[in-house]
C-alpha cells in the first residue's frame, strides 16, 4: 500500500457473504486475485473482517493470518490436505431432530386417528393436517461434524480459538431465531463464544441445517442483511470496505441447456428442482436488498468507499454444480481469480476506482 504524505493509509474492511461452499470457493478467488494484483495488498492489511454463512469460515481463516494465495493454491489441488473437507462433515443426518419428528409425528398420527373415528363428521382435516406440518424438522442435517471439523483445522493450523486471540478484528454474522434478529460474534458477550461454534452457527443454513444452539439460543445463517453487514465495519473505523458477494441470481438463455441437472443439461432454472427453484428465489431477494441497503448506505457515508465484487449472472449457473464436483470448484476459483484481475486492471470498474481513490496502486 502506498500513500501521500497527506492521506493516512486507509482502515479497510472486508466483508464476505453466503454462498454454501461453492460461494466460499469463489471468495478465496476474489481475494486471492487482489494479493497478486494490488501492489502491496495483504490479507494482514485488513482492519476488520465481517463473515456470514460460509464466508465466516473464510473470513476466520483471513482474520487469523492465512495466506488467501495458499487457500486458492490448496484448493485448486486436490491431493492437498490443506482443508480436507469431507461430504461427511457437511452432510450428516440429524438424528436427535429426526427422533423428534418420529415422535410428534406419531402422536399427531394418533390424534387424527381418535379424532376420525369418534367423530368423523366434525374432523377438521386440515386443522389435524397442521399437525403433521409442525411435525417436519427444523433442519435435515446435523452442523456438529463441521464444527468439530474446523475446530481441528484451527488448531492445526494456528488459529486462535477465541475471538480475543485473533491478530485482527473478527465478526462473524448469524441470526438469532426466536429474536428475529442479527447476532454479531466477536462483539459484546458473543464475544466470549468459541470462533468454530460461531460459525457453525452462522453457516446453519435453513432447511438443509438444524438451528445451532448456543446457551439458551437457536442460532441461523445471518444472510447478506441490507448492506452486508458493513456497518459493523464501519463503526470500526473502515474508510473502505471492500465486499464479496457470491449470491447473484442464475441468468440463464431458453435456447441454449445450460442448467446442469442429474438427468443432463436443461434450460431453465425449475429443471433443477424444488431446492434450486428456492434458492433462485433467495438470490433474487439478497441482490434486490443488497443494491437497496447499499445506495442507501452510500448516501448516508459519503466518506466510505465501498466495492462490490460479484460473478456475472451469466456465469453463475457455475454455482449450480455440486460442491463436491472437483472440477465445478476449479472452475469457481478461476474464474473468480480472473474475473477480479480483469475488473483490476478494467479503467473506471467500480473495483479499481475504489482502490485508487485510497492510494492502493494496481499492478499492470
Known amino acids: 500500500m502506498t500513500t501521500d504524505t497527506h492521506s493516512p493509509a486507509p482502515r479497510l474492511g472486508l466483508s464476505l457473504s453466503g454462498g454454501g461452499i461453492t460461494g466460499a470457493m469463489y471468495q478465496v478467488g476474489c481475494v486471492a486475485a487482489l494479493e497478486d494484483g494490488v501492489e502491496n ?19 476466520t481463516c483471513l482474520a487469523a493470518g492465512l495466506s488467501a494465495q495458499r487457500m486458492y493454491r490448496a484448493l485448486l489441488d486436490p491431493s492437498d490436505d490443506f482443508f480436507p473437507l469431507q461430504r461427511n462433515h457437511v452432510a450428516r443426518i440429524d438424528r436427535a431432530e429426526w427422533k423428534r419428528v418420529g415422535t410428534t409425528g406419531l402422536s399427531a398420527a394418533r390424534r387424527l386417528v381418535s379424532s376420525v373415528t369418534s367423530r368423523l363428521l366434525k374432523t377438521n382435516v386440515w386443522e389435524e393436517l397442521d399437525r403433521f406440518w409442525d411435525s417436519l424438522p427444523a433442519g435435515v442435517f446435523t452442523l456438529e461434524p463441521f464444527e468439530a471439523f474446523f475446530a481441528e483445522f484451527m488448531a492445526r493450523r494456528g488459529i486462535p480459538p477465541h475471538f480475543a486471540q485473533m491478530p485482527r478484528k473478527l465478526v462473524v454474522v448469524a441470526s438469532d431465531l426466536d429474536a428475529g434478529s442479527r447476532a454479531c460474534f ?92 428456492y434458492h433462485q428465489a433467495w438470490r433474487t431477494r439478497t441482490e434486490t436488498r443488497l443494491r437497496q441497503g447499499l445506495a442507501r448506505f452510500r448516501t448516508e457515508n459519503p466518506h466510505i468507499e465501498i466495492a462490490l465484487i460479484e460473478p456475472e449472472h451469466e456465469a453463475a449457473t457455475m454455482f449450480m454444480y455440486s460442491p463436491m464436483n472437483f472440477a465445478a470448484r476449479r472452475a469457481i476459483l478461476q474464474d473468480a481469480y480472473t474475473s477480479t484481475m480483469k475488473k483490476l486492471k478494467t479503467e473506471g470498474s467500480p473495483l479499481r476506482t475504489a482502490l485508487l481513490a485510497r492510494s492502493f496502486q494496481i499492478k499492470e
Not at 495488498?41 to 473464510?58: E, K, L, Q, Y
Not at 452462522?202 to 456497518?231: F, K, M, S, T
Not at 465486499?243 to 441468468?251: D, G, K, T
Open 41 to 59: 495488498f495483504h490479507t494482514t492489511d485488513i482492519d476488520v473482517f465481517v463473515g456470514t454463512s460460509t464466508g465466516a469460515a473464510v473470513a
Open 186 to 277: 466477536g462483539m459484546g458477550e458473543l464475544g466470549k463464544i468459541p470462533v468454530a461454534r460461531a460459525v457453525a452457527a452462522c453457516c446453519a443454513i435453513p432447511i438443509l441445517y438444524a438451528p445451532v444452539r448456543i446457551d439458551d439460543r437457536d442460532y441461523i445463517e445471518g444472510g447478506g442483511g441490507d448492506n452486508a453487514h458493513i456497518d459493523i465495519a464501519a463503526d470500526a473505523g473502515c474508510d473502505l470496505i471492500l465486499i464479496v458477494n457470491p449470491l447473484v441470481p442464475i441468468r440463464t438463455d431458453h435456447d441454449q441447456a445450460s442448467i446442469p441437472t442429474g438427468h443432463g443439461r436443461m434450460t431453465r432454472v425449475r429443471d433443477k428442482g424444488l431446492l434450486w427453484v
